[in-house]
Nanobody
Framework: VQLQASGGGLVQPGGSLRLSCSAS????????VGWFRQAPGKKREGVAC????????EYGDSVKGRFTISRGNAENTVYLQMDSLKPEDTAVYSC??????????????????WGVGTQVTVSS
């Protein structure tokens, strides 16, 4: 079982990026998936998550209205579309899978599998 986050890079403020979380060993459309980020010197925080039960979504307060999480079932991938990026969005972004629960949350301990993160840098 492996998860891999990709799609990070350098973008100017106001720009967009789409991150991808791909999986091998299990189907992402059957589990809850969360995106988390960690900036230097800060705690890891939940950004967005999507539930296995009904694909309902949750967003962190700082990204509501700017980020969108979605499933690409045919590709066994979960996406994080990030728009109107700000310098404070700079962080390493990771995805994680919760295979036990029907509804997602931002509690780190509920996620059994974690992928290697991808760096997002928002700077002019």
């Amino acid at each position: 079982v492996q998860l891999q986050a990709s799609g990070g890079g350098l973008v100017q403020p106001g720009g967009s990026l789409r991150l991808s979380c791909s999986a091998s060993g299990f189907a992402l459309d059957r589990v809850s998936v969360g995106w988390f980020r960690q900036a230097p010197g800060k705690k890891r925080e939940g950004v967005a998550c999507i539930s296995s039960y009904d694909s309902s979504t949750e967003y962190g307060d700082s990204v509501k209205g700017r980020f969108t999480i979605s499933r690409g079932n045919a590709e066994n991938t979960v996406y994080l579309q990030m728009d109107s990026l700000k310098p404070e969005d700079t962080a390493v972004y990771s995805c994680a899978a919760d295979v036990l629960r029907d509804f997602c949350s931002f509690y780190l301990y509920e996620y059994e599998y974690w992928g290697v993160g991808t760096q997002v840098t928002v700077s002019s």
